[in-house]
Nanobody
Framework: QVQLVESGGGLVQAGGSLRLSCAAS????????MGWFRQAPGKEREFVAV????????VYADSVKGRFTISRDNAKNTVYLQMNSLKPEDTAVYYC??????????????????WGQGTQVTVSS
């Protein structure tokens, strides 16, 4: 059974930084494209970023482009989301997700096979 566990969320002031981690187990991690999504209160879950199984093909939502960076370490079975220049509108629960065998990771949440439980990120103004 594939398990994804996010960590690194917390409370930060606007302009600050956080790095989220998502550790995977129960799978051959290097065969999975990994995505990050977020859900703010009262809103639908939205795509943030994705990285292909080989570590290339990075795709970002326009709202985070230039501020967030997704990366992965296949030796550690972990995907990261470095978030800089955080804004109050980045406040949300952040989820990582995995989809098997995709060189180019999708942005649609329905295409993902596995999800983590989420980690809260709160950005104060």
């Amino acid at each position: 059974q594939v398990q994804l566990v996010e960590s690194g969320g917390g409370l930060v002031q606007a302009g600050g930084s956080l790095r989220l981690s998502c550790a995977a187990s129960g799978c051959t991690f290097s065969y999975y494209a990994m995505g990050w999504f977020r859900q703010a209160p009262g809103k639908e879950r939205e795509f943030v970023a994705v990285i292909g199984w080989s570590g290339g093909r990075l795709v970002y939502a326009d709202s985070v482009k230039g501020r967030f960076t997704i990366s992965r370490d296949n030796a550690k079975n972990t995907v990261y989301l470095q978030m800089n220049s955080l804004k109050p509108e980045d406040t949300a629960v952040y989820y990582c997700a995995a989809v098997y065998g995709r060189i180019v990771g999708p942005s649609g949440e329905s295409e993902y096979d596995y999800w983590g439980q989420g980690t809260q990120v709160t950005v104060s103004s």
